[in-house]
């Protein structure tokens, strides 16, 4: 990657505006590290965020004043709000509030804040904050998708314990994946240029035209770790089965249902730089699957006969042509993790295996959180026990070093 800390936002204007939450002393790092990469920061505050931090702090980091209401503009006919609101390379709303979203998606502009909202013509990235029934609450939901639809990017909220006591997705999304969000908006992610193909989510194998065979997989690590390559700018083929969480914006995705619908997406994916298999795939398929709806008889109980699917990660990381730079595979396991994916891993023939310990006693399946080891040919580096979130953010970087960003 080697770009952070580089004035790889040089001679970059960035519109801020600071909403009215507890998330906003966050704003005011965010604003050093703009500015220590060389991005100059035009800051606006609603009178809300006047309640959090003072335009004096703001002013002073970003070496700028401070435009606080709509009626301040007394120069019109030099900085009109129109102007204002144009002369960035990205407008950043943070922290962006439920009041504020809810303006966005319904048009309206009756402070400073929502009138330079509506009258840029500036790509505009918004980093939420609020508490997590707000976020959760389907008015928020629908202001969220309506504005996603309208092209508006997001960075977070992430999920963690919040300054009103509760835990959820709501907290603002840390200085440093806010920065990433803006590089990437800026054409300037460690992972821009780059193809990764994901598998994410279970494989249905069908055993006639109404019944099939599946696993409990969600998807949720898949899509965690595709919308985190995505984040960083990668062109990201999501190749998913069918799972039960949604998948990400500005992904492409590639519905499939069993294993071998998966193996053709991915061979029709390739060239790619990177190849994450996170799919839960079933390692076997109904031979005797019926084209015809199965039906009881007198004749006994069916017969089903299995076949082996094809091992997707293992065809492609030994690929005699066009294997991708870096193949990642996965494996949960309920003992002996560091011996069993160091044996998967070169069983594969694979760059890394990302392995995680699922044994009850853990209470990682299914919950918010994992332990991962990632296994490579340099060994088994154990990462703290962290949001799944948060191990794709991790995992997503890694790969970003790996590709040379
Ligand atoms: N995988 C794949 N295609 C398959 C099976 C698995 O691409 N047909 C990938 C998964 O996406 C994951 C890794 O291989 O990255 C998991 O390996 P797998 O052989 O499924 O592990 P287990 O089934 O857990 O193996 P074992 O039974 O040996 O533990």
Same mark, same amino acid.
């Given at each position: ?8 936002? @040089? %001679? ?10 507890i998330?906003?002393?966050?704003t005011?790092?965010? *604003? ?6 060389? @991005?100059? /920061? ?39 709000? *129109?102007q ?7 407008? +950043?709303? $943070? ?27 500036t ?31 997001? +960075? ?6 919040? @300054? ?17 969000? *803006? ?13 990764i193909? /994901? ?53 492409? /995705? ?20 990177a =190849?994450?298999?996170a799919? $839960?795939?079933?390692d076997?398929?109904? $031979?005797s699957? %019926? ?33 991708p730079?870096? +193949?990642? =595979?996965f ?27 699922? %044994? ?12 991962v080891?990632?296994i490579?040919?340099?060994? @088994? ?9 948060? +191990? ?14």
């Open positions: 990657m080697g770009k952070i800390g580089t004035n790889m936002l @040089a %001679s970059k204007r960035i519109l801020l505006i600071i909403g009215g939450g998330a906003a002393y966050k005011l790092d965010l *604003i050093r590290r703009l500015r220590e990469r060389g @991005a100059a /920061v035009t800051p606006v505050m609603t009178s809300a965020a006047e309640e959090f931090v003072t335009p004096l702090s703001v002013s002073a980091l970003a070496g700028e004043r401070v435009f606080r209401h709509l009626f301040d503009l007394t120069d019109e006919a030099e900085m009109g709000h *129109i204002l609101s144009r002369s960035a390379d990205l407008v +950043v709303v $943070a922290p962006a509030t439920a009041d504020l979203m809810g303006k966005m998606a319904a048009g309206l502009a009756n402070d400073l804040a929502s009138t330079l909202l509506m009258a840029t013509d790509p505009v990235l918004l980093a939420p904050a609020m508490n997590v029934r707000m976020w959760e609450h389907p008015a928020t939901r629908r202001n969220h998708d309506q504005l996603a639809a309208d092209g508006i990017r997001f +960075v977070g909220p992430n999920d963690g314990d919040m @300054a009103c006591g509760e835990f959820g997705p709501g907290r603002m999304a840390e200085p440093m994946e806010i920065l990433a969000a *803006i590089e990437t908006a800026l054409g300037d992610g460690p992972l821009s240029g780059r193809r193909l /994901v598998t994410s989510g279970p494989t249905h194998e069908p055993i006639d035209p109404v019944r099939y065979i599946a696993n409990r997989s969600s998807g949720a690590q898949g899509t965690a770790v595709a919308r985190a390559l995505a984040a960083l700018g990668a062109e990201v083929v999501f190749i998913t089965g069918p799972a039960s969480v949604p998948p990400p914006q500005g992904v492409q /995705v590639v519905p499939v249902e069993s294993a071998r619908e998966m193996d053709a997406a991915v061979d029709a994916a390739l060239p790619v730089d =190849g994450v298999f799919a $839960a795939v079933a076997w398929r109904v $031979a699957a %019926s084209d015809r709806k199965l039906k009881k008889s007198k004749d006994g109980l069916p017969v089903l006969e299995f076949a082996e699917n094809p091992d997707i990660l293992k065809r492609v990381s030994r690929l005699e042509a066009g294997r730079r870096l +193949v990642v =595979g494996a949960a396991e309920t003992n002996d993790v560091v011996e069993h994916a160091t044996a998967k891993r070169l069983r594969k023939g694979c760059d890394w295996i990302v392995a995680n310990d699922v %044994s009850p006693a853990t209470g990682i399946m299914g919950g918010s959180e994992n332990a080891i990632l490579s040919d340099e060994g @088994a580096e154990e990462w703290p026990r962290m949001g799944k979130d948060q +191990v794709a953010e991790k995992l997503a970087l890694r790969i970003a070093e790996a590709l040379g960003g």
